[in-house]
């Protein structure tokens, strides 16, 4: 069965210092791997995700991340974050080939300026 | 154009109490979820349901009901409204996510029960 954790429950970073959020899964067949973001009182929405190809992917405002297969890794970093960068970061997981995926407990981001 | 609208965005109604909340998207996806947030933000998964069929139903108390009238819509029902049922409760479409898609949110119903 898959599942996701975040190492962290928050991380304090001051403005324009980078940042990393860990994530690392457990699956025992090929999986897809995403990072959502959720703004203070809004929905979650798709900050990047890993399908195939290229181990290092780029998303939205800045963010990238690198799945590491031998680590069952998949951290998100930003060199520079922004005050409004501000909010909480899910890491989720999809086995190829079936219907659920399963969200990590979230890392709250606070930019401190 | 809101890809996946919920409503209401705010609820707070007294314990006993029977409500609702509606969700439509207009993304043309097959299937339509709902997630419960709690205040740590734990998201949990509710319900599935694919082109207007039940696939998924985690363990949820029988007092909530999902209906969906037709691939576009996924309401929720809730009866006798306890306290512990305050939370987020996010709508969500997507394609097929064993390929890979993604899962589109809605932007959450605050619910409160007092």
């Known amino acids: 069965a898959q599942s996701v954790t975040q190492l962290d429950s928050q991380v304090p970073v001051f403005e324009e210092a980078p940042v990393e959020l860990r994530c690392n899964y457990s699956?025992?067949?090929?999986?897809?791997l995403f990072w959502y973001v959720q703004y203070p009182n809004q929905g979650l929405q798709l900050l990047l995700k890993?399908?195939?190809?290229?181990?290092l992917v780029k998303g939205i405002n800045g963010f990238e991340a690198e799945f590491n297969k031998s680590q069952t890794s998949f951290h998100l970093r930003k060199p520079s974050v922004h005050i409004s960068d501000t909010a909480e970061y899910f890491c989720?997981?999809?086995?190829?080939?079936?219907?659920?995926?399963?969200f990590g407990i979230g890392t709250k981001l606070q930019v401190i300026p | 154009d809101t890809a996946v609208s919920q409503t209401p965005k705010y609820l707070v109604t007294q314990m006993g109490n029977d409500k609702s909340i509606k969700c439509e998207q207009n993304?043309?996806?097959?299937?339509m979820y709902w997630y419960k947030q709690d205040s740590k933000k734990f998201l949990k998964i509710m319900f599935s349901?694919?082109?207007?069929?039940?696939?998924i139903n985690e363990t949820v108390p029988n007092r909530f009901s999902p209906k969906s009238p037709d691939k576009a819509h996924l309401n929720l029902h809730i009866n006798s409204l306890e306290l512990g049922d305050s939370a987020v409760y996010f709508c969500?479409?997507?394609?097929?996510?064993?390929?890979?898609?993604?899962?589109?949110f809605g932007e959450g119903s605050w619910l409160t029960v007092v």
């Open positions: 890993y399908l195939s190809g290229s181990t």
């Open positions: 969500a479409s997507s394609q097929d996510i064993a390929s890979g898609n993604t899962i589109y």
């Open positions: 349901y694919n082109n207007k069929e039940l696939i």
């Open positions: 989720a997981v999809t086995e190829s080939g079936y219907q659920k995926v399963t």
């Open positions: 993304l043309g996806h097959d299937t």
């Open positions: 699956s025992s067949v090929s999986v897809y």
